[in-house]
């Protein structure tokens, strides 16, 4: 992403701590590691946060039907979490938690300051609550839904309450603005003109504490009987957690990664409440779609809904970086949905990575050992026709074409361009036939040459590969007997033409990605 500040803040939403961690959590989080990941490797300093929202209402009644306080339910299940995070390979820098003090004492301080500005004051609201969701809806969006919550189906409460509110109207001119003149604040285009629309409506204040909260919760400043609103809780997560001497560079965030059920408080009341403390706003708030399974919505009851127990599966069946391809180039990342079905998952393993990536850098480095005694061949200069100048042209254009593309969040076709690369050394294989050159020792310093074009094709490929496939990458550069810090790296400059050494030891090693059949 070029930048004159080499740095990069990407967020996942926080998670609530209700339940145990499933595919919508992981999709986001993979999506925020890929990224960060990238910006790693391009030599961004890089901060990625997640972590659990803890305050909810029914995060109460929940643990008191389990026999746990609240606190103990938060635990077991934030550890949960992070435990999950960790066994799939997430390179989090954080993982931030609504209940320890070095976000609620921040909270604090920032509702302070919105009290002082005249932001937020106290009134009584009435309105159509969605108990499971714990947000209002306004009359006309609960009339829009039969006064039923758009996400359980249960009927809407009425209710009545003295609250604290937050000023949301007097931005309205703003907020409108910001999207108008700054597309790229919300996508995809999709959500931003849904945002748009809901705006032309007209913005209401909305209430930003609640009463009889038991405790649990960020108490409101000066008025212990109001608790601060979960969502105004949590929305602020992305910024108490680099509030801090050494990580305050890293504001204002690059892009919020959210799904599309939270898109209107992190695309207006979000921005909003920045505006109101004169702070600057987040680059981009990037709202995906959701997982359906083999065609339908995702059921416990229908037995298709993708869990621990089932990512574990295929994990232990594929590998974790076939996972992650999925993921990434399958997932609804635009404005519709997205099927995680396992026939398509197989399809996709196979002719990705077994039969395009996997294949032929296996056929490239058992050439090079069997050919060459597992050394690298010389590069021959002067000898390279219009072919070998093609497959190094493609190669040498994939930086610029992955940069391009990770800043825009297009995840999948980054990962396609990068993929081109590999065909495009399939392709050469065809049209130059090393296996039959070989045969013929005249023929051998074009051989080595045709190697060589071939192994710094797939280097090259495989740096802009490998913030999604971290594992099989690096397997890939022992065979070549490369290492690169994807920690801190020079992408744009490993990326150049001519990075392995003549006479470099290649192994043959076991296949990347093994063919699969669907069972």
């Not at 003090?101 to 301080?109: L, M, Y």
């Amino acid at each position: 992403m070029p930048t004159n500040d080499p740095k990069f803040y990407v967020s996942t939403p926080i998670y609530y701590v209700n339940d145990r961690p499933h595919i919508g959590h992981i999709y986001t989080t993979t999506l925020a590691d890929v990224l960060a990941r990238y910006h790693r490797l391009r030599g961004d300093r890089t901060f990625f946060l997640t972590g659990t929202d803890e305050h909810a209402a029914k995060v109460v009644d929940t643990a008191k039907e389990k026999g746990f306080t609240a606190q103990q339910w938060a635990d077991q299940n934030a550890g949960v979490f992070q435990d999950t995070f960790k066994k799939l390979g997430m390179s989090n820098d954080d993982f931030i938690r609504t209940s320890q003090d070095r976000h609620t004492s921040r909270v604090k301080q920032y509702i302070q300051q919105l009290i002082e500005s005249g932001d937020v004051y106290a009134g009584e609201y009435e309105g159509w609550y969605d108990a499971g969701q714990e947000e209002y809806l306004p009359e006309n969006k609960a009339k829009e839904y039969d006064y039923r919550s758009p996400f359980n189906n249960k009927p809407l409460v009425r209710k009545v309450e003295t609250n604290y509110f937050f000023k949301l109207s007097a931005y309205q001119d703003r907020l409108t603005e910001l999207l108008n003149d700054h597309p790229q604040f919300v996508q995809p285009d999709a959500r931003r003109n849904e945002v748009l629309g809901r705006i032309r409506e007209g913005l209401n204040d909305v209430p930003i504490s609640r009463s009889g909260s038991g405790g649990w919760g960020i108490a409101m400043p000066g008025d212990e009987s109001q608790t601060v609103y979960v969502w105004i809780d949590a929305l602020f997560n992305y910024y108490t957690t680099v509030d801090t001497d050494d990580r305050r560079a890293f504001w204002p965030a690059d892009v919020h990664l959210i799904a599309k059920d939270i898109l209107w408080f992190h695309a207006v009341i979000w921005p909003a409440m920045l505006m109101a403390l004169d702070l600057p706003l987040p680059k981009q708030v990037y709202s995906h779609s959701f997982w359906i399974s083999e065609g339908q919505k995702m059921s416990k009851s229908l037995g298709n809904f993708i869990d621990l127990e089932k990512i574990d599966e295929y994990v232990d069946e594929f590998s974790l970086d076939a996972l992650r391809w999925y993921l990434s180039t399958q997932g609804p990342l635009g404005s519709t949905d997205s099927d995680f079905a396992h026939g398509k998952f197989v399809d996709v393993y196979n002719s990705d990575l077994a039969n395009t990536l996997g294949n032929c850098a296996a056929r490239v480095t058992n050439m090079i050992v069997r050919y060459f005694d597992g050394k690298m061949p010389a590069a021959a200069p002067g000898r390279e026709d219009a072919e070998a100048r093609q497959l190094r042209s493609v190669a040498m254009g994939m930086y610029e074409k992955v940069d391009t593309l990770y800043e825009k969040v297009a995840v999948a076709a980054a990962n396609d361009a990068a993929l081109e690369v590999v065909r495009a050394v399939d392709t050469f294989i065809e049209q130059t036939q090393p296996f039959k050159l070989a045969k013929d020792e005249s023929q051998r310093e074009r051989l080595g040459m045709i190697l060589y074009y071939c192994a710094e094709a797939l280097r090259i490929a495989s740096l802009g590969l490998s913030p999604v496939l971290p594992d099989k990458m690096a397997e890939f550069w022992q065979l070549l007997g490369i290492t690169y810090d994807t920690q801190a790296g020079d992408l744009a400059d490993w990326c150049q033409w001519g990075g392995l050494q003549l006479g470099s030891d290649v192994q043959k090693g076991a296949p990347l990605f093994p063919r699969k059949q669907d069972k």
